[in-house]
Each structure stands twice: as C-alpha cells, then as structure tokens.
C-alpha cells in the first residue's frame, strides 16, 4: 500500500511519458533519464500524453508498485511548467493534481 505522509519524497515528471512502459521501463527512466534512484522509497509520478492518466511508481520493501488512475472523462488541468525534467511535490500538491481535471467538451450527436 502507497502510504503519503508529509515526509513523503514526490518527484513529478513534467513531460509526458510513453504508457506503454511498464515498471521496467520507468525504473529504467528514473535511473538513466533522471538520475533518480528509483528503490530509494520515493514517489515517482508520470503524466500521459494525453493527460488523461497518471502513474505512480514507489519501491516498497522487497518489490515496486506501480498505481494507475485514469480518468473516464476529461482531462487533468494542473501540471507543471516547470523547465525542469522532473520536480519535488508535496502530498498536499499530489493531491491537489490527482483531484483536478477538466471535464472533456465533446458534442454529442
């Protein structure tokens, strides 16, 4: 289980990943890409293209999660324009980006 705490280390990718990497693939970006180490215990979030999903990776004792969340209609609003690759967040501001989105504005027919 993902535990948020305000000790919690966040660090937010600010360009789009490709989701058809998988924990591998985002290990293997934190590490080469970022410079992160991703077994640290951190939280590593990524962005779709498309901005309709967000994932989570965290190494937790003997294995990583990796959390998924997307959306069924619209399109998460707040990200970062940081010039940065990636970024330190608090949970409060976590929360505040998976809670946020645009509702999409599509007719109907």
Not at 12 to 28: C, H
Not at 39 to 51: E, H, W, Y
């Amino acid at each position: 289980m993902l535990h948020l705490t305000s000790e919690s280390n966040i660090w937010l990718a600010v360009e789009p990943v490709d989701f058809r990497k998988q924990i591998d693939g985002l290990v293997a970006l934190c590490k080469n890409y970022f410079n992160k180490q991703p077994s640290s215990g951190d939280l590593f979030i990524f962005m779709n293209r498309a901005r309709t999903m967000v994932r989570i990776l965290c190494y937790e004792q003997h294995g990583y999660w990796l959390a998924t969340k997307r959306l069924s209609r619209g399109r998460y609003s707040l990200w970062s324009n940081q010039e940065t690759e990636m970024h330190s967040l608090a949970a409060h501001e976590l929360k505040e980006i998976l809670k946020t989105f645009v509702a999409s504005r599509t007719k109907r027919v």
